[in-house]
């Protein structure tokens, strides 16, 4: 198109907003770790050469063309399908509220190379292993590694109003662990054993490779899910939706 720049862009879908009765408007994790918004001309037509190809969780290799306004998709190769997380409600659900988050966590003409290789390894994580509790810990995972990792990291080893070592309670609003004594003036402090610290390190610490091979109970791990959930919305002034209908199923 005369007065059109073309460019190179891979990252993965996160987002999907209609335009038109055949168009989709793409927002878009970069492998740079910025995100961005093109236009997918007739990614809702069936058949069209761009419809399979612009999915939600897809990591693609993308021609865009840039004018005055949104740049448009012209080309566009599916590096990974991330298919394995559709077979199954749960897996769905799982990655679409992952996808919520990085899209909460990433930001326009700001790089970030962390955010695109985490996002990915955790997408993949839903695929190898799909049971409940799996996900559930995955989830968890991905909200404290990319918070903690955008300055949002809970503290763990000492009271977060005294620097008292020993500590008996967890405030997402206060930031961390607090000790009998400052929990009398924090609301909604919530009680918390060795073990429920230890699992938030490990979430925050291990490798997903070492997190799919972890024994979790069931209980262990609405627990998690719960507390990343709340950790998540505290933080980011955001009501999750996405991550809402998982820890509801």
Same mark, same amino acid.
């Given at each position: 198109?005369?007065?059109?720049?073309?460019?190179?862009?891979? !990252?993965?879908?996160?987002?999907?907003? +209609?335009?038109?009765?055949?168009?989709?408007?793409?927002? &878009?994790?970069?492998?740079?770790?910025?995100?961005?918004?093109?236009?997918a001309? @007739?990614?809702?037509?069936?058949?069209?050469?761009?419809?399979?190809?612009?999915?939600?969780?897809?990591?693609?290799?993308?021609? &865009?063309? *840039?004018?005055? #306004?949104?740049?448009?998709?012209?080309?566009?190769?599916?590096?990974?399908?991330?298919?394995?997380?559709?077979?199954?409600?749960?897996?769905?659900?799982?990655?679409?509220?992952?996808?919520?988050?990085?899209?909460?966590?990433?930001y326009?003409?700001?790089?970030?190379?962390?955010? *695109?290789?985490?996002?990915?390894?955790?997408?993949?994580?839903?695929e190898? $292993? @799909?049971?409940?509790d799996?996900?559930?810990?995955?989830?968890?995972a991905?909200?404290? +590694?990319?918070?903690?990792?955008? !300055?949002?990291?809970? $503290?763990?080893?000492?009271? $977060?109003?005294?620097?008292?070592?020993?500590?008996?309670?967890?405030?997402?609003?206060?930031? #961390?662990?607090?000790?009998?004594?400052?929990?009398?003036?924090?609301? @909604?402090?919530?009680p =918390?054993? #060795?073990?429920?610290i230890?699992?938030?390190?490990?979430? =925050?610490?291990?490798?997903?490779?070492?997190?799919?091979?972890?024994? &979790?109970? !069931?209980?262990t791990?609405?627990?998690?899910? #719960?507390?990343? *959930?709340?950790?998540?919305?505290?933080?980011?002034?955001?009501?999750?939706?996405?991550?809402?209908?998982?820890?509801?199923?």
């Amino acid at each position: 198109m005369p007065g059109r720049k073309t460019s190179r862009r891979r !990252g993965t879908v996160l987002d999907r907003t +209609k335009l038109g009765e055949q168009d989709l408007i793409l927002t &878009v994790l970069a492998k740079e770790g910025d995100q961005f918004s093109v236009i997918a001309k @007739g990614a809702r037509k069936p058949g069209g050469r761009l419809a399979a190809r612009t999915e939600l969780f897809c990591n693609v290799d993308m021609l &865009v063309s *840039h004018g005055r #306004g949104l740049g448009i998709v012209t080309e566009a190769e599916v590096i990974d399908a991330h298919a394995g997380v559709r077979g199954e409600l749960d897996c769905l659900a799982c990655a679409s509220a992952m996808c919520e988050v990085a899209r909460l966590t990433s930001y326009e003409n700001v790089s970030d190379p962390f955010l *695109h290789p985490l996002l990915e390894r955790a997408l993949t994580a839903c695929e190898q $292993v @799909g049971d409940s509790d799996h996900l559930s810990i995955f989830l968890a995972a991905y909200v404290f +590694k990319v918070l903690s990792h955008s !300055g949002w990291r809970p $503290v763990l080893d000492e009271c $977060v109003a005294c620097g008292e070592e020993s500590y008996s309670r967890f405030s997402v609003a206060a930031g #961390g662990v607090l000790c009998e004594s400052c929990s009398r003036d924090v609301a @909604g402090a919530k009680p =918390i054993d #060795g073990n429920g610290i230890a699992w938030i390190k490990a979430l =925050i610490g291990n490798t997903y490779d070492m997190l799919c091979a972890v024994d &979790v109970d !069931g209980i262990t791990a609405s627990y998690l899910l #719960g507390l990343s *959930h709340e950790w998540a919305a505290t933080h980011l002034d955001s009501r999750l939706r996405a991550l809402e209908f998982f820890a509801g199923m």
